[in-house]
């Protein structure tokens, strides 16, 4: 029974992995970009500029660590809760700035993108946040932090 939970939970931890870098491609507007070119780091740093980000570089290099090293960090379980961590602040504020569904009138549809965006990301923001709390999330845990006789449901 602990492998098939350690199973799925590395299969939910690839797929909130999967669903952040997504997330992040939607941002950079980039709904086909795994199908054509990536852009470059000068692209993504003149549309962070346009956006009204400051020190874009420096932002756009700091969180394309924290989202490979906090995949990676969630994905293997080493040290997964700061990974978590990781991953959550850079959601979190890709979504604040780029997704401000306040700002528009609610009648246009330009509104219903934004919040539609919004509530995803405030998902995803959840799950990252609720493996950040749960010390039972990890594969890597000794054996007598497991007891499989017990059944929440």
């Known amino acids: ?9 590395l299969i939910a931890r690839i797929a909130i992995c999967l669903a952040c870098i997504a997330t992040l491609l939607t941002v950079t507007n980039l709904k086909d970009g795994l199908a054509g070119e990536l852009p470059t780091i000068e692209q993504l740093t003149l549309m962070l500029e346009n956006r009204g980000i400051n020190e874009p570089r420096t932002v756009l290099i700091g969180s394309l660590i924290a989202l490979g090293a906090g995949c990676l960090m969630l994905i293997t379980g080493f040290l997964g809760r700061i990974g978590a ?29 934004q919040l539609r965006s919004f509530l995803i990301n405030a998902g995803l923001c959840a799950s990252l946040l609720m493996l950040f709390v749960n010390k039972y999330a990890w594969i890597s845990k000794p054996k007598s932090d497991y007891d499989d006789d017990f059944d929440p449901y």
């Open 1 to 9: 029974m602990s492998l098939i939970r350690g199973f799925a939970g």
């Open 85 to 113: 961590l990781l991953l959550l602040v850079v959601l979190a504020a890709a979504t604040i700035k780029f997704f401000p569904f306040w700002e528009h009138d609610q009648t246009t549809t330009l509104f219903a993108e």
